[in-house]
């Protein structure tokens, strides 16, 4: 076996095992940490897969800015110096359910699949891909797509900074 098969099933592992650990904990900082590993393991099959520059925008958004934000936003709510922060709402079978459904037509969509067209595995004289291609591509034909994707964004960082904004009500003690 080569060694990049080898490092291609590590990173595989590495992935579906953090996958597995956010699925099934209960604890919100421990399962924003599986994630941060899910990301890194999914950024190096990318690397693995030559697709570079999705590997590397995958670790500065995703990693480096969103889910460092989480991160910082779970540790910094956490009033209670002693209290665990948990989820409210832990549906592990329904989890495992949707989680299967999910593999089922992830493994059925590939099983059918023609990958025989792709540049990639054949050795065509096709031009390589670029970032300029790709950014022209992003701003013209799926610029909808690009700003329904910014309002949602900004939706969830209204939501967030409604919800850790949330204001106590102060209690005066009379004495």
Known sequence: MEIANIIFYAFIGITLISALF????????????????????MA??????????????????????????IVFGIMLTNRGKTTKVDTKIYHKFYGILI???FFYLL??????????????????????????HLGMKV??????VFEVIGILLLIALIGAIRIAGHTREEVEHVD
């Open 22 to 41: 956010i699925m099934l904990t209960k604890n919100i900082l421990y399962s924003a940490f599986a994630l941060i590993a899910t990301f890194l393991g």
């Open 44 to 69: 190096g099959i990318f690397v693995l897969l030559g697709a570079e520059f999705v590997a590397i925008t995958q670790i500065l958004v995703y990693v480096g800015g969103i889910l460092i934000l």
């Open 99 to 101: 989680a299967t459904g």
């Open 107 to 132: 493994a059925r969509g590939i099983s059918t699949a023609d990958f025989g067209g792709m540049a990639w595995m054949t050795n065509s004289n096709s031009s390589p891909s670029s970032i300029r």
């Open 139 to 144: 701003m013209t034909d799926y610029v909808l």
